[in-house]
């Protein structure tokens, strides 16, 4: 069984500050995914990372995958409340045909 | 069409009851997922249909009964379910199971399923 870790597990921060979390494995997955997730609804794809080094930007959101294709970190750079949400990473090996969610970050963030 | 669409949103029954979530999407995907998530988890792999027929099933108990009718409906059908059941069920779908991995999964809002 392939595991993800994310870390930090919560985070509560004001309007306009920076965070950034992380994503880490031992397996190499072909590509890693960021999805978030409000109360009472389904997860929301973000971005897929499928190249080793690949960094994605999504306005203020920043994706990187780990050179080693193991680990990867999702920067928010001026969280606003409405970025307030489950953010899952969830990892594809191409041995497998289904993703492995990690256990999630709880972001609040407050006005 | 861009949606995956669940219904009920909600559903309170009974440890004897017989009750059926549903999912549709038309997007045309190819592979369809159940998923079960308690509060402050991540979702959990249930089961996983390719081209409608079953692909994986993840050792789930027997009172949890899936089906594919066609390649845009996925139903799960629940008897005699217990009350550690209660959980959100989230169906989702993505152009192919390996292609998921590329292009990702579209979620329904989910089910809140309550067993009483």
Not at chain 1, 8 to 23: D, K, M, R
Not at chain 2, 49 to 73: A, D, G
Request: with cysteine; net charge positive; aromatic share 8%.
């Amino acid at each position: 069984t392939q595991l993800l870790e994310q870390s930090p597990q919560f985070l509560s921060i004001q309007e306009g500050e920076n965070l950034t979390v992380y994503c880490n494995s031992s397996s190499v997955f072909s590509s890693l995914q960021w999805y978030r997730q409000e109360p009472g609804e389904g997860p929301v794809l973000l971005v897929t990372v499928v190249t080793g080094g690949e960094v994605k930007k999504l306005k203020r959101l920043t994706f990187q995958f780990g050179d080693a294709r193991k680990d990867s970190s999702l920067h928010i750079t001026a969280a606003q409340p409405g970025d307030t949400g489950l953010y899952l990473c969830a990892g594809m090996n191409s041995g497998y045909s289904t993703l492995t969610f990690g256990k999630g970050t709880m972001l609040l963030v407050s006005p | 069409d861009t949606e995956v669409t669940q219904t009920p949103k909600h559903l309170v029954m009974g440890m004897t009851n017989k009750k059926s979530l549903k999912c549709e999407q038309h997007m045309g995907h190819r592979a369809m997922y159940w998923y079960k998530q308690k509060a402050k988890k991540p979702p959990e792999l249930m089961f996983v249909y390719s081209y409608e027929k079953l692909s994986i099933n993840e050792s789930v108990p027997s009172r949890f009964s899936p089906e594919c009718p066609n390649s845009s409906l996925l139903n799960l059908h629940l008897h005699a379910l217990q009350p550690e059941d209660s959980a959100l069920y989230l169906c989702a779908s993505s152009q192919g199971i390996r292609t998921g991995g590329v292009h990702g999964y579209t979620f329904g809002s989910g089910t809140r399923l309550t067993v009483v």
